[in-house]
């Protein structure tokens, strides 16, 4: 059931006198899709970046799942904190659970995020629902590359999300090894797109 039709303001206590900060750690790092004032580095403790989604829509299909981000339990996870005017909250949380929640596989969490120079916020953000059928933890790093290989949905080839993700986190000077390795197992592919 789509989220896209719930009041944002009630189902995330979202106070339209203030900015509303949201997290992002995939493709809303590289693609945000909604106007914002302020885009700043930022970590997230008690959960971590994981390709643990089957992607049936944006990066892949039912028949040929892709694999996408989610927020999952534990560790530590840096990304991107977007400062979004209180005049566009409400939009922006309507556009982003069109966009996340099109097979309602995250739950929405205000969650404290310390941004770049210490300042910690509350953040929207997107956690993996780990009772979702599309919840895929403990695939092999050769089934990984598999559904990365193969996926291929409306947003696009799942290679290119991953290559994007994977190219911003070094812009920002953030190492993540499996990333480096699923994409130096994908080389062939991922100069081609």
């Known amino acids: ?6 009041d944002p303001a009630k189902d995330l206590a979202v106070d339209l006198a203030e900015d509303l ?3 992002g750690y995939g493709s809303l790092m590289w693609r945000p899709g ?3 004032l302020e885009r700043r580095h930022a970590g997230l403790h008690g ?3 994981a390709l643990c989604v089957l992607s049936h829509v944006h990066r892949g299909t039912p028949e040929r799942p892709g694999l996408v981000m989610g927020l999952d339990r534990g560790g ?3 990304g991107v904190a977007f400062r979004v005017a209180a005049a566009e909250a409400a939009a922006t949380v309507q556009y982003l659970r069109e966009r996340e929640q099109v097979t309602s596989v995250y739950l929405e969490r205000r969650l404290p995020v310390r941004l770049e120079g210490r300042e910690s916020v509350r953040a929207l953000a997107y956690v993996v629902d780990r009772r979702h059928a599309q919840y895929a933890s403990g695939l092999s790093f050769e089934d990984v590359v598999e559904h990365v290989r193969q996926g291929q949905g409306v947003s696009g080839a799942n290679v290119d999300y991953v290559r994007s993700t994977h190219e911003h986190l070094e812009a920002m000077g953030v190492t993540d090894p499996l990333l480096a390795r ?3 197992a994908l080389e062939p592919d ?3 797109g």
């Open 1 to 6: 059931m789509s989220q896209g039709t719930k």
């Open 21 to 23: 900060w949201v997290f």
């Open 34 to 36: 909604f106007p914002f």
């Open 47 to 49: 959960y971590h970046r």
């Open 76 to 78: 530590r996870c840096h």
């Open 182 to 184: 699923i994409m130096a």
């Open 190 to 192: 991922a100069g081609a």
